[in-house]
């Protein structure tokens, strides 16, 4: 038998995956990209100066540095982000999203708050839909990574 912490940390899970597997067929087939691949746009785009070093984004992301290579590489080529140079370090490469790449997320933000508006306003009232946002962010309050 597991215990109310262990039980609530698991429906968490279940949801987001739940709602990452709704987000990934649209987001193919309409925006011709994958979730992780709107989670790193979004990350450059919630980022000080809209560019984060490949270390950064792997941190943020909670993947490899490698991984992300391999995810920016095929979006280098359709244009979605660019490289920069840092001024004072050239081994030092930032990612970055490219005109096509912030309209790409522009769009793609709009499907996403539109899933996240079913699942919220299909099952609670906007008092309740408060107090879930205010729980959420006493849940994630130390990260400094937070994409809302």
Request: aromatic share 6%; with cysteine; proline share 1%.
């Amino acid at each position: 038998m597991t215990d109310l912490y262990t039980t609530n940390a698991l429906r968490l899970l279940q949801v987001a995956d739940s709602f990452r597997d709704g987000l990934s067929g649209e987001f193919s087939a309409v925006h011709g990209i994958s979730v992780n691949e709107f989670l790193l746009l979004l990350h450059i785009k919630h980022s000080a100066s809209n560019r984060l070093s490949r270390v950064e984004l792997a941190k943020r992301m909670h993947v490899s540095a490698s991984t992300i290579t391999r995810m920016t590489a095929p979006m280098e080529k359709v244009g979605l982000v660019g490289r920069e140079l840092d001024d004072r370090d050239a081994r030092l490469v930032f990612v970055v999203a490219t005109d096509a790449g912030q309209e790409k997320l522009s769009e793609a933000l709009a499907t996403f708050s539109k899933r996240a508006s079913y699942l919220f306003n299909d099952r609670w009232e906007g008092e309740e839909v408060d107090q879930f946002a205010s729980m959420l962010g006493r849940l994630i309050g130390r990260t400094c990574d937070t994409l809302a």
